[in-house]
């Protein structure tokens, strides 16, 4: 298949180029333009110009389901990112009010922590003195 334009070296060194199915090229004005002929003795042309539109239509169509696609996508992460920073705004809330709870009750709960974890130390000491006996 060839193309209208071709920017390149490929039709610089030749003077022209002809392919099997009746299209020739040919360099005219300056070094960037082609010039495209079609013989329309070979080939169907008509059958060429059918099919090409067909697959434009398919091209066209999975554009259409990729854009589609893209539309969705972009709503789901928007979403998402709604309930993260909603998510974040409450664990941020929640943090504030744990650590106010903290500096107010703070210096009690550390007594009752280090109260206990004597009591629990006397206990295993005590089982294990009399389980020996």
């Known amino acids: 298949m060839a193309s209208s334009s071709h920017r390149g070296g490929d039709f610089y060194g030749a003077a022209s180029y002809r392919s099997r199915d009746g299209l020739s090229t040919r360099q005219v004005g300056g070094a960037d333009e082609i010039q ?6 070979h080939g169907d042309l008509d059958d060429e110009i059918t099919g ?15 854009e589609s696609e893209a539309k969705y996508q972009n709503d789901f ?10 998510a974040q705004a ?6 504030r009010r744990l650590n106010r709870s ?5 210096s009690n ?3 009752h922590v280090v109260l206990f974890a004597l009591f629990c130390f006397f206990v295993i000491y005590w089982l294990a003195k009399f389980s020996r006996r």
């Not at 495209?36 to 003795?41: A, T």
């Not at 903290?102 to 703070?106: A, T």
């Open 109 to 111: 709960h550390v007594m």
């Open 77 to 86: 992460i928007n979403q998402l990112q709604m309930t993260l920073i909603k």
């Open 52 to 66: 090409l539109r067909k697959q434009v239509k398919q091209l066209r169509n999975v554009a259409q389901e990729i």
């Open 36 to 41: 495209l002929r079609i013989d329309p003795m």
């Open 90 to 95: 409450g664990v941020k809330n929640s943090m």
């Open 102 to 106: 903290i500096i107010q009750e703070g």
